[in-house]
């Protein structure tokens, strides 16, 4: 619940009553589209968007080799496209998406890689929407959270939030009148301990990196069966884990969104299979402005330049991928690829600590009622996250789909029976995904690599990336939009000349006669001097730093990158402790 739910494994259940059972009973009604265009970080991810649409034009566009189509890597592309760039997007299947990705059987039915729900609290997926001119997608739901009580099977607790309030009073409200699952002293224990949260802000939610959520919520004095009965199944749900393993800073960026912004936790279904209600219509725009994407195109091996640069991408088919930068936006163990193709990466190495494979079903629903694609009156299509799976992941799909009946059975037992008596089964399909997120523990976020790697030409992107996000769909746009950032302003302090020689910004106006000059010339210039004196001052602030070995190297470098404009250019090997 707070985040997009990207599956370790993932099944797709079909249920239909047999003679005398009752049918699940689920009422799912679509609300209007909110009102998220206040929100303030929809209007930073509004203005984030558009400075690619409105930047200076390049006089020699870059050619940007992207592998994987996933949504990092459909964003990197897209936003490129629109700075005037030419991405060309490899992605190794036949299908878009990466893990929104889906796929149709022999019967026409769709299965989905995992079951994925678009929060309010997404501003850049919400814009990337409204840039493709498709936010009618959506479907919004009610704005409740429904929780399965644990200790009494077949009864289901709600947190309705009042549409009347304001955030975060609408959260506060929609916490003191729920009254199955706290008393009233948990609640008022629970709301003191998230005070700190409340007003700290993201900066006070970062700092919380190195607790898990249980040590966290002994610390602030909240009773254990808040973690009980709520932060086991969000914790399953954010990151396949339990709140002992979890880092605390995943839950509060979820809890803080939702009680900052009134919209924050409500939800929306996307009307149908997300290759072709969201992927297709992200290439189409990339190809529009002469972007290509092509599918079944896995990269075999990562050929280098003699001084370790990326010279080009050798594909399975023997083609090779020539390009003026590369991106690699593919899973987080798409750093192994890496690694073993070569590319010296020493600033991912930290990022090993990011993997995981992460007992049953967090999160379920019913997409026969929730998506207009799959509506059927008469049948029930389940999509459930089994999580966390390691050990599960290499158990038959038989002996998978044997546990989450009899999980469901607890869930709903006067409709679903073990034994299938009562609903039978008429089909199912299970996606496994090894390794879907990284493992969201203490201490990891240092971890996270930056969106421009220490190669020149060579950079990332991918929800395990460093953006303020988590591993969500949100996070996967987001980390696009830096890539394509990080990449569009080095074009603007150089481009590869004709002989692969760094030119200078000023020298590609060519011989302009003054009468010529142009309000995007003068633009460009102006944008050149203002980042090559940021360029300039980052250079003097490491070179001073490496001589105060006692002082910390990677914080102050941070640091005056942060104060300049959020990047940081020259980057060191993570420390782990």
Same mark, same amino acid.
């Not at 599956?7 to 009973?25: D, F, Y």
């Not at 009422?27 to 968007?49: G, H």
């Not at 390009?323 to 936006?329: L, Q």
């Not at 950079?459 to 996070?475: N, P, V």
């Given at each position: 619940?707070?985040?997009?739910?990207?599956?370790?494994?993932?099944?797709?259940?079909?249920?239909?009553?047999?003679?005398? !059972?009752?049918?699940?009973?689920?009422?799912?009604?679509?609300?209007?589209?909110?009102?998220?265009?206040?929100?303030?970080?929809?209007?930073?991810?509004?203005?984030?968007?558009?400075?690619?649409?409105?930047?200076?034009?390049?006089?020699?566009?870059? %050619?940007?080799?992207?592998?994987?189509?996933?949504?990092? @890597?459909?964003?990197?592309?897209?936003?490129?496209?629109?700075?005037?760039?030419?991405?060309?997007?490899?992605?190794?299947?036949?299908?878009?998406?990466? %893990?929104?990705?889906?796929?149709?059987d022999d019967d026409g039915d769709w299965y989905e890689?995992?079951?994925?729900?678009?929060? @309010?609290?997404?501003?850049?997926?919400?814009?990337?929407? @409204?840039?493709?001119?498709?936010?009618?997608?959506?479907?919004?739901?009610?704005?409740?959270?429904?929780?399965?009580?644990?200790?009494?099977?077949?009864?289901?607790?709600?947190?309705?939030?009042?549409?009347?309030?304001?955030?975060?009073?609408?959260?506060?409200?929609?916490?003191? %009148?729920?009254?199955?699952?706290?008393?009233?002293?948990?609640? +008022?224990?629970?709301? +003191?301990?998230?005070?700190?949260?409340?007003?700290?802000?993201?900066?006070?939610?970062?700092?919380?990196?190195?607790?898990?959520?249980?040590?966290?919520?002994?610390?602030?004095?909240?009773?254990?069966?808040?973690?009980?009965?709520?932060?086991?199944?969000?914790?399953?749900?954010?990151?396949?884990?339990?709140?002992?393993?979890?880092?605390?800073?995943?839950?509060?960026? !979820?809890?803080?969104?939702?009680?900052?912004?009134?919209?924050?936790?409500?939800?929306?279904?996307?009307?149908?299979?997300?290759?072709?209600?969201?992927?297709?219509?992200?290439?189409?725009?990339?190809?529009?402005?002469?972007?290509?994407?092509?599918?079944?195109?896995?990269?075999?091996?990562?050929?280098?330049?003699?001084?370790?640069?990326?010279?080009?991408?050798?594909?399975?088919?023997?083609?090779? +991928?020539?390009?003026?930068?590369?991106?690699? !936006?593919?899973?987080?163990?798409?750093?192994?690829?890496?690694?073993?193709?070569?590319?010296?990466?020493?600033?991912?190495?930290?990022?090993?600590?990011?993997?995981?494979?992460?007992?049953?079903?967090?999160?379920? !629903?019913?997409?026969?009622?929730?998506?207009?694609?799959?509506?059927?009156?008469?049948?029930?299509?389940?999509?459930?996250?089994?999580?966390?799976?390691?050990?599960?992941?290499?158990?038959?799909?038989?002996?998978?789909?044997?546990?989450?009946?009899?999980?469901?059975?607890k869930l709903f037992p006067d409709e679903i029976s073990?034994?299938?008596?009562?609903?039978?089964?008429?089909?199912?399909?299970?996606?496994?995904?090894?390794?879907?997120?990284?493992?969201?523990?203490?201490?990891?976020?240092?971890?996270?690599?930056?969106?421009?790697?220490?190669?020149?030409?060579?950079?990332?992107?991918?929800?395990?990336?460093?953006?303020?996000?988590?591993?969500?769909?949100?996070?996967?746009?987001?980390?696009?939009?830096?890539?394509?950032?990080?990449?569009?302003?080095?074009?603007?302090?150089?481009?590869?000349?004709?002989?692969?020689?760094?030119?200078?910004?000023?020298?590609?106006?060519?011989?302009?006669?003054?009468?010529?000059?142009?309000?995007?010339?003068?633009?460009?210039?102006?944008?050149?001097?203002?980042?090559?004196?940021?360029?300039?001052?980052?250079?003097?602030?490491?070179?001073?730093?490496?001589?105060?070995?006692?002082?910390?190297?990677?914080?102050?470098?941070?640091?005056?990158?942060?104060?300049?404009?959020?990047?940081?250019?020259?980057?060191?090997?993570?420390?782990?402790?």
């Open positions: 619940m707070g985040h997009s739910f990207r599956n370790p494994c993932t099944n797709s259940v079909k249920l239909r009553p047999q003679r005398g !059972a009752c049918p699940l009973k689920v009422v799912c009604v679509d609300y209007p589209r909110p009102d998220l265009e206040s929100a303030q970080n929809f209007i930073d991810a509004a203005i984030l968007s558009s400075s690619f649409q409105t930047s200076p034009r390049p006089v020699k566009p870059l %050619k940007v080799v992207i592998a994987g189509a996933g949504l990092a @890597g459909l964003s990197t592309a897209k936003y490129l496209a629109d700075a005037g760039h030419v991405p060309i997007l490899l992605e190794a299947r036949d299908v878009l998406g990466g %893990k929104v990705a889906a796929w149709k890689t995992g079951l994925h729900i678009f929060f @309010g609290a997404y501003p850049n997926v919400q814009n990337l929407f @409204g840039e493709l001119n498709i936010s009618d997608r959506l479907q919004w739901k009610e704005h409740s959270m429904i929780f399965a009580m644990p200790n009494k099977p077949g009864e289901f607790s709600r947190f309705d939030f009042p549409e009347v309030l304001p955030a975060p009073l609408n959260g506060i409200w929609a916490i003191l %009148k729920n009254n199955e699952m706290l008393t009233w002293p948990e609640k +008022v224990k629970f709301a +003191v301990g998230l005070l700190p949260a409340m007003v700290g802000g993201q900066a006070y939610v970062e700092a919380q990196d190195g607790l898990t959520v249980k040590k966290w919520m002994k610390k602030q004095g909240v009773p254990e069966r808040v973690t009980t009965e709520v932060f086991i199944a969000m914790s399953k749900a954010l990151n396949f884990i339990n709140p002992d393993e979890l880092s605390m800073q995943c839950i509060l960026i !979820a809890l803080n969104r939702f009680l900052q912004e009134k919209h924050g936790s409500k939800m929306a279904f996307l009307d149908g299979n997300p290759p072709e209600r969201l992927c297709i219509p992200i290439a189409n725009h990339i190809r529009s402005l002469g972007g290509e994407v092509h599918l079944n195109s896995r990269i075999k091996k990562i050929e280098l330049n003699g001084d370790g640069t990326v010279k080009s991408f050798l594909l399975n088919d023997g083609h090779t +991928v020539e390009g003026d930068a590369y991106v690699f !936006a593919t899973p987080v163990n798409g750093r192994k690829e890496v690694v073993s193709f070569g590319v010296k990466v020493d600033y991912l190495r930290g990022s090993a600590l990011l993997e995981g494979e992460s007992p049953l079903l967090s999160v379920y !629903a019913d997409m026969s009622v929730t998506c207009k694609e799959y509506y059927n009156p008469n049948q029930s299509m389940l999509e459930l996250v089994f999580a966390p799976a390691e050990e599960w992941i290499s158990c038959t799909d038989a002996e998978i789909i044997d546990a989450t009946v009899k999980e469901l059975a073990a034994d299938q008596s009562k609903t039978k089964i008429v089909k199912y399909h299970v996606v496994k995904t090894p390794r879907s997120v990284y493992k969201t523990v203490p201490n990891c976020e240092p971890c996270r690599p930056l969106q421009r790697s220490p190669i020149d030409g060579f950079y990332l992107a991918g929800d395990f990336t460093k953006q303020k996000y988590l591993a969500s769909m949100e996070g996967a746009v987001l980390s696009g939009k830096l890539c394509a950032q990080a990449i569009t302003q080095n074009a603007s302090v150089a481009l590869p000349g004709g002989d692969g020689s760094k030119v200078p910004f000023p020298n590609r106006l060519g011989k302009i006669s003054p009468t010529k000059l142009s309000v995007s010339h003068i633009q460009n210039v102006i944008q050149w001097i203002i980042l090559s004196a940021q360029v300039r001052l980052r250079f003097k602030i490491c070179r001073i730093m490496s001589y105060l070995p006692l002082v910390d190297k990677e914080l102050w470098q941070k640091q005056a990158s942060d104060n300049l404009n959020g990047e940081v250019v020259l980057q060191q090997q993570p420390r782990v402790a």
